[in-house]
């Protein structure tokens, strides 16, 4: 099985959609996409992946289905003065020198992520791809993965960097840290 993330084209996060050269740049990409061999598409459900697949879909004359855990990663931690930083956003001086971070089970389990929802959200996008693939027929069991029917299908995501990054660590066994960072 092969895996395709893409991320949304330059993004105007105000209204959720996108600039003038995101768009330029969704248009470009269907010229690549418009011929590759594509078993299934899937979407976030936020503006900006959406156009951004709807370029590609509409130039194949193909759908996609959305999913809601393909959003932008919705980790956030708050902060002192009442607002909320997300982590990826983190500076290396805040993490690298921290182990837990590193520990592919357990860097969303330091204290300082324990203070905001990134568990619980983590555990969503985890859920989420699991089922997803487990219905191709990869069971993700003990950080491996068994497969239960062998597969050629590429599956194509429309989405996000931070959400990207969460199901690739999860699948490879990485500390999403590492990849955001």
């Keep these: 099985m092969r895996l395709i993330f893409i991320r949304h084209g330059d993004p105007d996060y105000v209204h959720d959609t996108l600039t003038e050269k ?3 740049e969704a248009e470009l ?27 590609s879909l509409k130039l194949r004359g193909d ?7 393909l959003r932008e990663f919705n980790g956030i931690i708050p902060t002192s003065d009442g607002g909320h930083r997300i982590p990826w956003d983190m500076y290396p001086t805040e993490w690298a020198d921290k182990e837990i971070y590193y520990d592919r089970n357990n860097w969303f389990k330091s204290d300082y992520m324990q203070t905001g929802n990134v568990e619980e959200q983590l555990k969503w996008v985890h859920e989420g791809i699991d089922k997803l693939l487990a219905d191709h027929g990869y069971i993700h069991e ?13 599956l194509v995501f429309f989405c996000h960097f931070a959400v990207s990054m969460v ?11 590492n990849m955001w960072h």
């Design 22 to 24: 995101g768009k330029r």
């Design 29 to 55: 990409l269907a010229q690549r996409v418009k011929n590759w061999d594509v078993s299934k598409f899937y979407v976030s459900p936020l503006g900006r992946a959406q156009l951004t697949a709807e370029y």
């Design 63 to 69: 759908t996609a289905e959305t999913l809601p855990w």
């Design 142 to 154: 003990n950080g491996m993965f068994r497969i239960e029917k062998h597969s050629d299908e590429t």
């Design 167 to 177: 199901i690739i660590g999860h699948i490879l066994g990485i500390s999403t840290m």
